[in-house]
């Protein structure tokens, strides 16, 4: 059986039951996806901090759109929920809410990676 580390009082970092029915159970695709996300989206949170920096809101939306989509191919509904209220602060272009929630992305972006290392890539 395939299951997610627990944390207390929370749901579950990541959800790899229904990642892998949808991927017909293929384990090394799901182990393909989990690596692109630990070599992607540190990248990506470092192009959300620079567009911060530079004030490019369409770099920081499609950087948390793409984070986001990563982070749904394992059911990461923190990371997932965090990405989107950068991704759609982003379109609306309002910089005080993304700085205030970068910071909870970057948190839960590094518990799937955890996640991800000890359940699928140890």
């Known amino acids: 059986m395939v299951s997610s580390r627990q944390n207390p009082d929370s749901d579950p970092v990541i959800h790899l039951a229904p990642a892998l029915a949808r991927?017909?159970?293929?384990?090394?695709?799901?182990?393909?996806?989990?690596?692109?996300?630990?070599?992607?989206?540190?990248?990506?949170?470092?192009?959300?901090?620079?567009?911060?920096e530079i004030r490019d809101f369409e770099l920081i939306t499609r950087s948390a759109?793409?984070?986001?989509?990563?982070?749904?191919?394992?059911?990461?509904?923190?990371?997932?929920?965090?990405?989107?209220?950068?991704?759609?602060?982003?379109?609306?272009?309002?910089l005080e809410t993304i700085q205030q929630s970068l910071p909870e992305l970057e948190q839960q972006s590094q518990r799937v990676i955890a996640a991800l290392q000890e359940e699928l890539l140890s």
Do not use: W
């Open 23 to 52: 991927l017909e159970n293929d384990r090394e695709l799901l182990c393909d996806l989990a690596q692109f996300y630990l070599e992607d989206g540190p990248v990506l949170l470092q192009e959300i901090q620079r567009g911060i």
């Open 65 to 94: 759109h793409s984070l986001k989509g990563l982070a749904s191919n394992f059911d990461a509904h923190a990371t997932v929920a965090a990405a989107l209220i950068i991704e759609m602060s982003g379109r609306q272009r309002d």
